[in-house]
């Protein structure tokens, strides 16, 4: 059963579009949640969310934690071609099965 | 510059083969990782270590074997056990206390 569940699998947006991603996660007890870009081949960090639900920004992008609905949503305002690729989300539980738990991703095509 | 190194980038090999993927960093990072990564999944964690002549199982680690004998090496073996084995390897670091993994540039192995 997957603990970190991300929504939609694949977007396909326009230049200048909005685009929300969801990361919906099942495990209470964690330390922190992190947000991954993926362009063709190693996963670049994007932003780390605590439950202190303090939102993060940079650029045209912002994350924040929802510890209520036990989610995160990441923001791209004024999609460019470049924001095209899969983003992840993982979940720092802190478990003994090394730090971090990946969803599937979301893959946004962004067409000009 | 610091960062981690993976080699080769494309590897084939025949069924019944072991090969063996490089990864090297020189971030001086305690913990490094292995991924695999297929189309449409998220990273599934192979093994990982959180000191030199010590690591630990994943969640899919049959059919595959590591060590640890340098802080800033971590060979990953994919041996014949491993029934399918053709996918994208990816190799993580990070240091003690933080989450945030960083990632080297993959390798692409496929089984012919």
């Known amino acids: 059963e997957d603990k970190v569940v991300q929504s939609p699998l694949s977007l396909v947006v326009h230049e200048g579009d909005t685009v929300t991603l969801n990361c919906s996660y099942e495990v209470t007890n964690f330390r922190s949640l992190l947000w991954y870009k993926q362009e063709k081949k190693a996963p670049t960090f994007l932003f780390m969310l605590t439950s202190s639900g303090i939102e993060k920004k940079s650029g045209r992008l912002s994350s924040i934690l929802d510890k209520k609905e036990l989610s995160s949503i990441l923001n791209i305002t004024a999609t460019q071609t470049g924001d095209s690729a899969i983003y992840l989300c993982?979940?720092?539980?802190?478990?003994?099965?090394?730090?971090?738990?990946f969803g599937k991703g979301t893959k946004l095509s962004v067409k000009p | 510059d610091g960062g981690i190194t993976q080699s080769p980038k494309y590897l084939f090999r025949k069924e019944g083969q072991n090969v063996t993927l490089s990864c090297e960093q020189n971030?001086?990072?305690?913990?490094m990782y292995w991924y695999r990564q297929d189309p449409g999944q998220g990273l599934r964690l192979i093994y990982y270590?959180?000191?030199?002549?010590?690591?630990q199982k994943g969640d899919i680690a049959e059919g595959y074997s590591v060590s640890r004998e340098k802080k800033e090496s971590f060979p990953l073996t994919v041996t014949s056990a491993q029934k399918n084995p053709t996918a994208f390897y990816l190799c993580?670091?990070?240091?003690?206390?933080?989450?945030?993994?960083?990632f080297g540039p993959g390798t692409r192995l496929t089984v012919l």
């Open positions: 993982a979940l720092n539980y802190g478990g003994s099965q090394g730090n971090l738990i």
């Open positions: 971030l001086n990072h305690d913990a």
């Open positions: 993580a670091s990070s240091s003690g206390g933080d989450p945030t993994q960083y």
């Open positions: 270590s959180q000191i030199v002549n010590d690591f």
